[in-house]
């Protein structure tokens, strides 16, 4: 049974940057994309970007490029989604899941808070 | 980008009740659209995939159909634990969309 567990929550600064984890285990690592996802509060999900960890494939959308990077520890099956220069719009519930003609399994959520 | 708009955005109806959630894509899908349950506090749960394949342990009174542009979701039966927003997602064409939500709840 696959399951992915992802960081704690995290309080951080506009203009900084930050890094949420999703851990992946119970199956195999190298056969399904990643997908990151968000959720600001009373808000609809949005797609963040993806990474098929086999062949370290990325594709963000335009919204996010150059703001976000997915990368994973293939040693430690982990995926981590880095999102840089944070603004207060970006204060959301972000989640990871996994990837097949949809996206059926998911992490529990991570809430980052940006706030000074 | 493929926009996706679902309609109604809200809806309020009783136990029992047969329910029908409309997806409509900007451009025609292949049949990759999922169809998403969530509720409060809680990641978001996949109903169905490729337009109207049932996921493992998803009830039979939920379905999906549709091709092109138009998907729909139905609830055959509305439970009490089926009181929840719904979402749809294309997942055929970069960049990944979803439906802006569809809240369900009881009338």
């Known amino acids: 049974q696959v399951q992915l567990v992802q960081s704690g929550a995290a309080v951080t600064k506009p203009g900084s940057s930050v890094k949420v984890s999703c851990k992946s285990s119970?199956?195999?690592?190298?056969?399904?994309?990643i997908s990151w996802v968000r959720q600001a509060p009373g808000q609809g999900l949005e797609w963040m970007g993806s990474l098929t960890p086999v062949f370290h494939k990325v594709n963000y959308p335009q919204d996010f490029q150059g703001r976000v990077t997915i990368t994973a520890d293939k040693s430690t099956t982990t995926v981590y989604m880095e999102l840089s220069s944070l603004r207060s719009g970006d204060t959301a519930v972000y989640y990871c899941?996994?990837?097949?003609?949809?996206?059926?399994?998911w992490g529990q959520g991570t809430l980052v808070t940006v706030s000074s | 980008d493929m926009q996706l708009t679902q309609s109604p955005s809200f809806l309020s109806a009783s136990v029992g009740d047969r329910v029908t959630i409309t997806c409509r894509a900007s451009?025609?899908?292949?049949?990759?659209l999922a169809w998403y349950q969530q509720k409060p506090g809680k990641a978001p749960k996949l109903l169905i995939d490729v337009a109207s394949t049932l996921q493992s342990g998803v009830p039979s009174r939920f379905s999906g159909s549709g091709s092109g542009t138009e998907f729909t979701l139905t609830i055959s039966s509305l439970q009490p634990e089926d009181f929840a927003t719904y979402y749809c997602q294309q997942v055929d064409t970069y960049p990944w969309t979803f439906g802006q939500g569809t809240k369900v709840e009881i009338k």
């Open positions: 451009q025609v899908i292949s049949s990759y």
């Open positions: 899941a996994r990837e097949r003609d949809g996206f059926d399994v």
């Open positions: 119970g199956g195999d690592f190298f056969s399904y994309g």
